[in-house]
């Protein structure tokens, strides 16, 4: 699996077919869609760290969501990815969005899950507070700061009976550089919303009947919005939180194989 770094940006590139290109959220990487590489295996799969996380940490200036849609089109760009499907989880959706918007020709289709449009004005205060206690308080504020994630982010299903998911969402999180993650914190507190009724690109959005950043009934409101896009399914996954490729990775890798299969 070749590794480039693209401006310091991290990038996976595996795989032969069309084109796939993985956008995680905040506290995630690319690892985050390693559950769902078996629904790829017939794909190029790219999958970025965007600047500010992961192996990506070293960014330097600003981080905001247009930044990480430049970085995702230099990327593509180098990578000489034409035209691709987007798989996004949670900030990363809001990114897949304004590409599909700024660089249609790019994006294929969507499949975004845990996906919103932008946070709720008390989401985007609790995340600039968030920022601002990992600047402050460091390692130990990131714990803390996982600590209350994991109770409030996956499900209590998830969080009873599937410790290895657990432990993949604190590690993380955990492992996020601390002033890097709380300039992404502010990037998606600042986060403005696309013009989703542009789209015209298949789209799919999976949610949890438990998650409260992307609650069913606001993915819904989002389908409704997606007036020009050649198809729209919703799928909401019972007990599931936010982390929904690492909560059920199965019911998402089905639903992935069976949306990208039915655009070829």
Request: charged share 20%; net charge neutral.
């Amino acid at each position: 699996m070749p590794l480039h770094l693209i401006d310091r940006i991290a990038v996976e590139d595996a795989g032969e077919g069309d084109a796939v290109v993985c956008v995680h959220g905040l506290g995630g990487s690319s690892n985050s869609f390693t559950p769902l590489m078996p629904a790829l295996a017939r794909h190029r799969t790219v999958r970025i760290d965007l600047p500010g996380s992961g192996r990506s940490q070293r960014a330097e200036g600003d981080l905001s969501i247009a930044r990480f849609v430049d970085a995702v089109q230099s990327v593509c760009a180098r990578l000489n990815v034409a035209r691709a499907h987007l798989v996004a989880h949670s900030m990363g959706t809001i990114v897949a969005q304004h590409l599909a918007v700024v660089a249609p020709k790019l994006v294929r289709s969507l499949a975004l899950f845990g996906p919103l449009i932008t946070p709720a004005d008390p989401a985007r205060a609790a995340i600039r507070a968030r920022a601002a206690r990992a600047r402050a308080e460091g390692l130990a504020g990131m714990h803390e700061i996982t600590e209350g994630l994991v109770q409030a982010a996956l499900s209590a299903d998830t969080r009873a009976r599937q410790p290895l998911a657990v432990a993949f969402v604190r590690e993380s999180l955990m492992r996020q550089e601390p002033e890097a993650y709380a300039r992404t914190c502010e990037a998606l507190a600042a986060a403005e919303g696309a013009a989703v009724e542009t789209i015209r690109v298949p789209v799919l959005l999976v949610t949890g009947d438990e998650d409260g950043v992307a609650p069913p009934q606001a993915v819904r409101a989002f389908a409704e919005r997606l007036h020009a896009a050649a198809s729209t399914r919703v799928c909401v996954l019972p007990r599931c939180g936010h982390w929904t490729p690492i909560e059920r990775p199965e019911d998402c890798a089905r639903e992935l194989r069976d949306f990208l299969a039915a655009q070829r």
